[in-house]
Each structure stands twice: as C-alpha cells, then as structure tokens.
C-alpha cells in the first residue's frame, strides 16, 4: 500500500483527498504547509506526495524541491488552482524541478488516481 501525503492549505481541500484517497485503498496523510509536509515526512516517510503549489510559509515549488532532494524516488503531483496563466506557468515551473506530474484544480478524482496506479 502506497503511502501518501497531501499538502494543501485549504482544510476542506486537504481532509477531503485524504479521505478519498483512503477510501481508494491508499493509506494517506495530509499537512497544511510544506513546513509541516517535511517535518511529517522525516518521521514517517512517504512514497507519494501530492502538493498545491500556493501556500504560506514554504510554498509548493520549494516543498518539491525539498522532498526531490532528500527522497529523489518520491512520486511528486503538483496541484494548482491559481488563475489560467499563472496556473499553466506554475505547474510549468513544477515539473521543471522535479514534479512528476500536475493537476490543474479542480481536478477528478479519477485523474489523481489514474496518475497514482501508473
């Protein structure tokens, strides 16, 4: 069973993949900030790691930076809801330093799925 963290700084966000994403048979954490990914990442290690690319303190593009550098097998999901353009730039900008894929918000669940089964 793959173990999977979800960063997002919008709680209904956050709770509500990790949910479906343990009702899909993943076993899955969820943190509010990069800061809080890296801290629960050191302790539990992760095989996944599903990031929105805005959010305070450290943002999703030094959060896949961090968790590229220190677990370089890591499968990296960036996630983006920003406006049209800066959305297609960020995500750009995602899978330029290590994301392995991107999800433009709002997404299907299946489509995160489909990124997670291969």
């Not at 979800?6 to 990790?18: F, I, P, Q």
């Not at 959305?87 to 299907?108: C, M, N, R, W």
Request: proline share 3%; net charge negative.
């Amino acid at each position: 069973m793959k173990r999977v963290l979800v960063v997002d700084d919008n709680a209904d966000l956050r709770e509500s993949l990790r949910q479906l994403l343990i009702y899909a048979g993943y076993e899955a954490e969820a943190a509010r900030d990069g800061e809080e990914a890296m801290r629960m990442h050191l302790r539990r290690g992760y095989q996944v790691l599903v990031t929105d690319i805005y959010m305070p303190r450290s943002d999703g593009l030094e959060t896949i930076q961090s968790f590229r550098s220190l677990t370089p097998g890591i499968l990296i999901i960036a996630m983006s809801g920003g406006g049209d353009v800066a959305k297609a730039s960020y995500l750009g900008v995602a899978t330029e330093i290590g994301a392995d894929a991107t999800l433009q918000k709002p997404f299907e669940f299946d489509a995160l799925l489909k990124v997670l089964s291969g």
